[in-house]
């Protein structure tokens, strides 16, 4: 054999065993192998073989958790690839830089990869990497939040029939897998994840996965085994992202089992792994956890600090965020305007007298349409002026708690107030520029100020937040900070004047799309309530309570006050025990 047929052999088998130690999660082999075969490369001035090598290089580091290096040189093996003209190798590599760019949280170039690698992939030649490709575009979608889209793109990869147990086929059912957890669907999450381990059974990734279903149910124990198995593994490997990833989620198993010093042991691992890595969700994750930890433990300086941060890589989070949905929404306008272009060609040639015959009904429907828009702009504006009105009252209540801790000289209280104070401004003053959020978004706000509340008046009461079973408060979107004043209204005029222990009871169900929100106390009742509404602080409240109903009706579009109903609760002998306030909310979807 030729002396250069035999090392382009070489260079050959060596990008394979490279591939081989990628495929055994042994990043560092891998990159030992991918160059040498690079610098074999580089000694027949073979480019194609080059450029493999390249890409290879570029997973060993991506694997290794040094994403910036990732970028660069998988991009790289792209240009090499494109000059050679090897198509479907360029499409492989743009289709592992969106994955890479996805992990660092760089959504728009995450988008614009992967759209690259599919118009290569039309074709149908490289089936294997078209799947990956629509695996990864679905991915991108169901991060964003559009859970339906998402799903449209991974039922597109599986009509192009993957054989079973094999990657394309293991990582589309890992997806689809996260996908229904995401979407709180327990039982299809575990049956998808199944079929993702045909093949390869131990899969540390599916595993950790599965520890998060079990999270989510709060079965500490079982989800316990699956994150200590694959951190121990992945120590043993130096995989960076399921270290990243399983310290997390033991992170939150021992703060749940107020096992604080493994909790802070695991959150602190989990953010210094993160953090030079450019891991910006798993950064963010770690932030938040470090917070309640300390928090937990007393410690609310540190707690405050660290809460702090988390907020801040919050903001350039949904920042990207929402680049990512303006990229897919400038694709889409782009690809509605060269369809329109289209259309108005083949109507022009088609007649122009046709289009006529309608000019006058189209000058009409637009003439109405932009009438409703500009109602609906109104109602908008209406909306934000009557948040502007509440806020100001909301934040004098506050800070008169505050002051009170103060002259009573109760620092520690003050303290722990300021701090959960501070939490909550901060997610207010996020949220105070949409018109709706999430349920669960508006819960947490809610929880917030129920603590505080809590705090401020020494446990005078409790309180619970239920749900009917598939009633998902993350795919529901609520107006903004649209709870806080009734639940203050059912404190101040019912609970507090109440002797013994207060109880407010918050319940949300749905019925023909419309989220229904009982908001209960076991208080004095409206009438002798009605007796104490002198002072100050108790027409404030009654003030944002009935804002918050205006905000109600006009968002749900109800001009007759039928979206807020307050009814006394009676014991069997008819005596009051208490009141229910009931909200109808219809369910929108998000203001983007």
Request: net charge positive.
């Amino acid at each position: 054999m030729p002396a250069r047929s035999q090392t382009v052999e070489q260079c050959r088998r060596a990008i394979g065993e490279g591939n081989n130690f990628l495929w055994k999660f042994l990043p560092l082999d891998a990159w030992a192998s991918y160059h040498e075969a690079m610098d074999m490369a580089l000694a027949l001035d073979d480019e194609y073989l080059f450029a493999q090598a390249l890409l290879g290089i570029g997973q060993a580091v991506w694997y290794n958790g040094k994403f910036y290096a990732a970028v660069d040189t998988v991009k790289l093996s792209v240009k090499h690839f494109r000059r050679v003209g090897a198509r479907g190798d360029e499409g492989s590599a743009l289709r592992i830089l969106s994955n890479i760019y996805d992990d660092q949280g760089d959504y728009e170039n995450a988008f614009k990869t992967v759209s690259e690698a599919l118009k290569l992939f039309e074709d149908g030649k490289n089936n294997m990497n078209h799947i990956l490709s629509l695996v990864q575009m679905g991915s991108l979608y169901r991060n964003m939040g559009d859970f339906e889209t998402a799903m449209a793109y991974y039922r597109r990869a599986e009509s192009l029939k993957p054989y079973k147990g094999e990657y394309p086929y293991r990582e589309l059912y890992h997806r689809i897998g996260e996908l229904y957890a995401a979407m709180g669907k327990i039982d299809e999450a575990r049956a998808a994840y199944g079929r993702s381990r045909i093949g390869n059974k131990g899969s540390k990734v599916v595993r950790m996965r599965l520890g998060d279903t079990y999270l989510q149910e709060k079965k500490y124990d079982i989800a316990f085994r699956y994150y200590d198995s694959v951190y121990r593994e992945s120590t043993l490997l130096t995989d960076i992202n399921i270290i990243i990833g399983s310290t997390l989620g033991l992170g939150k198993i021992y703060l749940a089992r107020k096992d604080l010093p493994h909790a802070l042991e695991m959150a602190q691992t989990s953010l210094d792994h993160s953090s030079p890595r450019g891991a910006r969700q798993s950064k963010r994750a770690a932030l938040k956890l470090l917070s309640e930890i300390y928090e937990a433990g007393g410690n609310d300086r540190q707690a405050l600090e660290y809460y702090k941060q988390y907020e801040a890589l919050t903001d350039s989070v949904v920042s990207e965020t929402f680049k990512r949905k303006l990229f897919s929404f400038r694709q889409e306008a782009e690809a509605g305007r060269l369809k329109a272009q289209r259309n108005i060609l083949v109507a022009c040639i088609a007649g122009v007298l046709i289009a006529c015959i309608f000019v006058f009904s189209i000058i009409h429907l637009r003439h109405k349409n932009e009438k409703l828009h500009l109602k609906q702009r109104a109602a908008e504006l209406e909306m934000k002026a009557l948040r502007a009105q509440m806020n100001p009252h909301f934040i004098f209540n506050c800070l008169s708690s505050i002051n009170h801790f103060i002259l009573n000289e109760e620092n520690n209280r003050a303290s722990q107030y300021l701090t959960r104070f501070s939490k909550l401004i901060r997610t207010v003053l996020v949220n105070a520029g949409k018109t709706t959020i999430t349920l669960e978004e508006e819960l947490a706000m809610l929880r917030l100020y129920l603590n505080m509340e809590q705090l401020r008046f020494r446990e005078a009461f409790d309180y619970t937040i239920e749900f009917d079973p598939g009633l998902h408060p993350s795919m529901i979107f609520v107006p903004s900070f649209i709870l806080q004043p009734f639940c203050e209204n059912a404190i101040w005029h019912g609970l507090l004047h109440k002797d013994g222990k207060g109880k407010l009871g918050i319940h949300f169900s749905m019925k023909n799309d419309i989220l229904i929100c009982k908001i209960s106390d076991n208080g004095i009742g409206r009438e002798r309530a009605a007796a104490f509404r002198s002072g100050a602080v108790e027409k404030g409240a009654s003030f944002g309570n009935r804002l918050s109903a205006e905000r109600l009706s006009l968002f749900n579009g109800d001009l007759t006050d039928t979206s807020f109903v307050t009814e006394d609760i009676k014991n069997e002998k008819g005596e009051i025990t208490g009141t229910m306030v009931i909200l109808k909310i219809h369910n929108k979807p998000a203001d983007d």
